[in-house]
């Protein structure tokens, strides 16, 4: 996958970056060129195990077509760990752990 980067226009070749502050997992990537960052997703425990639990549902539907109130509650699943994520990102955001600290 390729992408451009909104700042300085560098074509981008995602290395996504893990950073984890307590329980929550942060991941991101940069540009190379200029070193913007994008967020991806912000998840905790819960999280992490309701995507999980809709991968494993998806996989499922992949191997064998599911049922229509399946596939519903498949999708459900999907946006309420859209929506959770969101808010992880609103609450927890990036920023702050990438700046530099200051030595002493």
Known sequence: ?????DKC???IHPQPETLRDGEIEHIFFRCPECGEVYHLCATDEALRKSVMDYNR???M????????Q?????AELKEKNIKRCRELMEQ???A???QP???E
């Open 1 to 5: 996958m390729q992408i451009i980067c």
């Open 9 to 11: 226009k560098a074509k």
């Open 57 to 59: 549902m998806a996989e």
């Open 61 to 68: 539907n992949r191997k064998k077509r599911r049922s229509e």
């Open 70 to 74: 399946f596939l519903r509650k498949a």
């Open 92 to 94: 927890y955001p990036l």
């Open 96 to 98: 702050p752990l990438l």
């Open 101 to 103: 600290t200051v030595a």
